[in-house]
């Protein structure tokens, strides 16, 4: 899998192909312009490839009834073409819609960043043996800086009830579980 770059446009052509031991399958699900489709239907009509799978053309199809499509390898012996569909069906776009607000909502309501891509990950359930307040705190990651932290909830008299810390790169994230009794003196200091 590739993504789609300049570098990796019509990365397999006909010297590729004719790299690969005669008798190969080929598939792609991965960019429609990684592959020169004529020189893989020539592949194809020759036998030097058996058979090949497409997901992924140069120019996708439109919607049913718009577009029809077309395509070098259409006729071409053994191939198989299904739509690259991934998320994109009405059902598929309504399920994400629903899972990014709740991703979003949770991470508002209890700081959680779990699949985060560039960004610590950091989920921990709420703290149920007592009534808590939580702390999320964004920082550097380098020595020194946790202590810090600390320090502020030890000068408030807190409790710290439960802790979670993660990194990346430069950043740290932590959230924080502690008594209530101490939330106003922490939001002073």
């Known amino acids: 899998h590739v993504p789609k770059l300049a570098s990796t446009k019509n990365m397999i052509g006909k010297e590729e192909f004719a ?10 699900a991965s960019r429609g312009n990684v592959v020169v489709i004529p020189a893989l239907a020539e592949a194809l009509k020759s036998g030097h490839l058996r058979g090949a799978y497409v997901d992924v053309f140069p120019v996708e199809p439109g919607k049913n009834g718009e577009n029809l499509f077309t395509s070098e390898i259409c006729g071409c012996p053994n191939v198989l073409m299904t739509p690259h569909v991934g998320g994109s069906t009405e059902e598929a776009q309504a399920k994400i819609g629903e899972e990014v607000a709740a991703a979003l909502l949770k991470c508002i309501n209890e700081g959680s960043t779990h699949g985060a891509v560039n ?9 149920t043996a007592t009534k808590t307040h939580r702390v999320l705190c964004i920082h550097d990651n380098k020595p020194g800086v946790m202590s810090s932290i600390n320090n502020v909830f030890t000068e408030a008299k807190a409790n710290i009830c439960q802790q979670f810390l993660n990194t990346k790169g430069d950043v740290g994230y932590v959230i924080i579980d502690l008594n209530t009794e101490a939330s106003a003196e922490v939001k002073k200091k």
Do not use: I, W
């Open 19 to 28: 790299q690969m031991k005669k008798g190969s399958f080929f598939l792609n």
């Open 119 to 127: 960004f610590p990950e950091v989920d921990m359930k709420a703290c």
